[in-house]
């Protein structure tokens, strides 16, 4: 019979496995994990050439983003808005809200609650996507914010801002309250109105079938027929708080909507 053959090094398969960093875990044929560098069978070591592993790629993180707002209504915020009022529903047929002021800062442009979160009144039935005349019904969606006035004098506003007795406002609302006041103080929402204007000014470009006249003013204690309204205090603050040049928006509907 020939002589045996030489004992041939042990054939070794090698499985990387990632221990902190760049750690090695090797398997080798006799089905041991071992550590060194080295697999050993019947006492002779095999040298092992060790593979580096590459960590995953960091990914910078984006700005942080309004919450509750989901990416339809985050992508209709203008890109050069720094400032956006977020009216959020508290249901779709409610008419309560809660407004809560951000604005973009620092240099990833985060955007962080400023101010807020206050009461608000939306209209008596709630919420819409299509906003009709007579329907009682807020609109949803994005609008700029470019235009103001009141009874009262300007309190201190960037906007143009028209004072008037055709601010006065009359009459009582659905639950009674008297409206008195309601109008002392006015942001008109750019839906379906001629931006640059005052707030007074009756232009519909959707035509009147769709309604306007929408503004943020004073709260009267009760719904309201398509408007938003807030406490006087947080009306003068936001007149006094917003910045044209920021192209400042509000973001206004019911939470569902405003997470699409």
């Known amino acids: 019979m020939p002589p045996p053959s030489p004992i041939a090094p042990p054939r070794t398969s090698l499985r990387p496995y990632a221990l902190g960093v760049a750690a090695l875990c090797v398997l080798v044929a006799t ?3 071992g550590g060194g560098g080295e697999g050993v069978r019947e006492g002779k070591s095999v040298a092992v050439r060790e593979v580096p592993v590459s960590a995953p790629p960091v990914r910078a993180a984006g700005p942080r983003e309004i919450p509750g707002l989901g990416p339809r209504t985050r992508a209709r915020i203008p890109d050069g808005s720094r400032q956006a009022l977020v009216v959020t529903g508290e249901a779709r047929d409610a008419d309560r809200s809660t407004a809560v002021l951000y604005a ?5 442009a985060d955007w962080r609650a400023v101010s807020g979160p206050w009461p608000a009144h939306n209209a008596l039935r709630g919420w819409t996507d299509h906003h009709r005349q007579g329907d009682l019904r807020s609109p949803v969606g994005v609008f700029g914010l470019t235009d103001a006035g009141g009874l009262f004098p300007d309190p201190g506003t960037d906007f143009p ?3 008037g007795p055709a601010f006065r406002a009359r009459g009582t609302g659905f639950e009674g309250e008297s409206l008195d006041g309601s109008f002392d103080y006015v942001i008109a929402v750019n839906y379906n109105r001629r931006p640059g204007t005052t707030p007074l000014d009756w232009t519909r470009p959707l035509g009147a079938g769709r309604g306007g006249g929408i503004w943020l003013h ?4 009760g719904p309201t027929q398509g408007c938003v309204s807030l406490p006087r205090a947080r009306m003068k603050e936001l007149l006094r708080t917003l910045e044209p040049d920021g192209k400042p928006v509000v973001v206004m509907g019911d939470a569902a909507a405003l997470g699409r």
Do not use: K
């Not at 973009?104 to 990833?108: A, F, K, L, V, Y």
């Not at 004073?218 to 204690?221: C, E, P, Q």
């Open 218 to 221: 004073v709260d009267h204690g």
């Open 161 to 163: 801002y028209d004072r």
């Open 104 to 108: 973009r800062q620092g240099r990833t």
């Open 31 to 33: 089905g041991g994990c």
